[in-house]
């Protein structure tokens, strides 16, 4: 792991995302602002996926810190004919959760694909990708340059 004994703690936070895009099968199967599969509603557990992956980075990733987060939220919202999947993740450490964001983000997209894929196969995950970090030596929005 890098040594972070010598960092000051701040206030880190990372926003990812990721795009799953749905066939029409999967969407006739939409019921207000959810799918509902034969497993259950699709967004309500890739949210739940999405939060306890955050909390587990550290070991699913090799070389990952444990981190206490302080806040996770995955928002699931259908654009057209792709969920987007946002997941914002912060606290209060040494190093940033730019991993936690991102693992976030796509574990809900992987429960998305196994909840409908009874429906189709044709369905693809795509853009897993850090939107913004904030904290920490440098800042980053996507689309942009270093802090700024």
Not at 23 to 31: D, G
Not at 38 to 65: E, S
Not at 94 to 110: C, F, I, P, Q, R
Request: charged residues 20%; proline residues 3%; aromatic residues 4%.
């Amino acid at each position: 792991m890098v040594d972070v004994g010598g960092k000051a703690v701040t206030y880190r936070e990372a926003v990812a995302q990721a795009v799953v895009d749905l066939p029409q099968e999967v969407l006739a199967q939409t019921q207000g602002n959810d799918i509902l599969a034969a497993k259950g509603p699709v967004f309500q557990t890739a949210i739940i996926a999405a939060t306890q992956a955050a909390k587990k980075t550290w070991d699913l990733i090799p070389l990952c810190h444990p981190i206490a987060l302080e806040k996770c939220s995955v928002d699931i919202r259908l654009e057209k004919t792709s969920a987007v999947v946002t997941a914002t993740v912060a606290c209060h450490h040494k190093t940033g959760v730019e991993m936690e964001a991102l693992t976030a983000a796509s574990v809900a997209a992987l429960t998305i694909y196994d909840m409908c894929k009874a429906l189709s196969h044709d369905i693809v995950i795509r853009e897993i990708r850090l939107l913004e970090k904030t904290g920490g030596k440098s800042d980053y929005r996507a689309g942009g340059s270093p802090n700024g």
